[in-house]
């Protein structure tokens, strides 16, 4: 079984983002598909939009690609490209929920490797993806970023549901 099968299926849902060069932290809907062809990683597709107070769509703020890949030892790799540039994480999947030779609940926790690192004129310190499927069949995640003057805090987090006539 891989280990990292639990994030398979297209994810929908709501979050809040705090994007760097934002004044304020804005409510966001995101779609995020995950899925395999077969080869020894996952394909990660991301669209994130700003929505009003009524969940509408306002408009596009981010979208980027990437791929999951499982390592030995319940590790993970995750690499995705945005923006043109390609960011890695690497940490390792914890599976606490197994019914049926389906995962149920699981997570990982991802530090960014080749840290510190200066981007767009901001040395990067810290940098951390978390991903839990809880036993509800939601995903959750958050991004966190930590640099010389911020200290660790989330650039973004959102609560997903698995798409209507999803078959993964």
Do not use: C
């Amino acid at each position: 079984m891989n280990p990292i099968s639990w994030l398979i299926g297209t994810w929908v849902g709501l979050g809040v983002v705090h994007f760097p060069g934002m004044e304020h932290s804005t409510q966001a809907a995101q779609e995020l598909t995950i899925v395999s062809d077969g080869q020894p990683f996952l394909t990660h597709l991301s669209r994130m939009w700003e929505v009003d107070d009524k969940g509408n769509r306002v408009r596009q703020i981010a979208t980027d690609t990437g791929i999951w890949r499982p390592l030995p030892q319940l590790q993970v790799e995750l690499t995705i490209d945005s923006e043109d540039v390609a960011r890695t994480w690497i940490g390792s999947v914890t599976v606490s929920g197994l019914v049926d030779a389906k995962i149920t609940r699981a997570h990982t926790i991802m530090n960014r490797a080749e840290l510190p690192v200066v981007q767009d004129h901001v040395v990067i310190a810290q940098d951390i993806r978390t991903y839990g499927l809880d036993p509800s069949g939601r995903l959750g995640w958050v991004h966190e970023i930590e640099t010389a003057e911020v200290p660790l805090t989330s650039q973004a987090s959102f609560l997903l549901m698995k798409a209507v006539n999803n078959e993964s």
